[in-house]
């Protein structure tokens, strides 16, 4: 019954060399029609790598733009290529291309509009994470069902997919200046407040042990907080 959709996989990508590579290698391409990665201004090896794989089209910004910016850029092409389902998936390795299915399937076989991965669902799986990120990914959840009467188990995780469709509604705006980091987290919650069909899945979101944060992630704590703005600014009408 996949065979009947478009699907289009973006994977943001800044400075990870060794990493994307794997993320491109490993995707189930009898599912997935075509992977897009959109480089963020890498300033390392990571686009020769993936040219050497042929198994990518690359988007590339000649500086860093956030990853916001870039995503919104896959959103763009995908749209203009008129894919019907689109999978965004980080570029560091922490996400499983091999579970796509569960995010797509929802899509497919129940009509759901938009499906968000969960680590904290049953048949997920989070391993060890940094303790502000475990704080986070928790206290998220509980807000988004204070302030938008949603229960939801997992909403910072980027392992997400869109029916194509819902990102021609013109009350969601994509082009705002404000969404070149937190667009991800502005989108989830326009879904809610739209009243699209939406649903989660388990999935994996592993983080490499023994090595420091730094190392394995771009995005510092205070940082990774300022994404979080579309939970009030949308709650509270300061932005649409």
């Not at 959840?141 to 995780?157: E, H, M, Q, S, W």
Request: glycine share 6%; charged share 30%; net charge positive.
């Amino acid at each position: 019954m996949l065979k009947n959709y478009r699907i289009i996989t973006i994977i943001p990508s800044y400075n990870e060399q060794g990493k994307t590579v794997k993320v491109v290698e490993k995707m189930p391409l009898n599912i997935v029609d075509e992977v897009l990665v959109i480089n963020d201004g890498s300033s390392d090896n990571t686009r020769q790598e993936i040219e050497k794989t042929g198994k990518a089209t690359i988007i590339q910004n000649e500086k860093q733009m956030g990853i916001g910016f870039a995503i919104r850029r896959g959103l763009e092409y995908a749209l203009k290529k008129n894919y019907d389902i689109i999978v965004v998936m980080a570029g560091n390795g922490k996400d499983n291309p091999s579970e796509i299915p569960r995010l797509v399937k929802p899509i497919v076989e129940q009509d759901y509009d938009y499906v968000q991965g969960s680590r904290y669902l049953k048949g997920g799986e989070y391993g060890k994470m940094p303790l502000h990120r475990t704080i986070v990914t928790r206290v998220y959840p509980f807000l988004v069902r204070l302030l938008y009467a949603k229960k939801i188990t997992d909403g910072t995780n980027g392992f997400r997919a869109y029916k194509a469709s819902i990102l021609k509604d013109k009350r969601i705006n994509l082009h705002q200046e404000w969404l070149r980091e937190c667009l991800e987290y502005y989108l989830s919650i326009k879904v809610i407040q739209l009243k699209y069909k939406i649903t989660e899945a388990p999935v994996s979101k592993l983080y490499p042990q023994g090595l420091k944060y730094k190392q394995y992630s771009k995005v510092k704590p205070s940082r990774f907080i300022k994404r979080l703005k579309p939970l009030f600014f949308l709650r509270f009408g300061i932005k649409k």
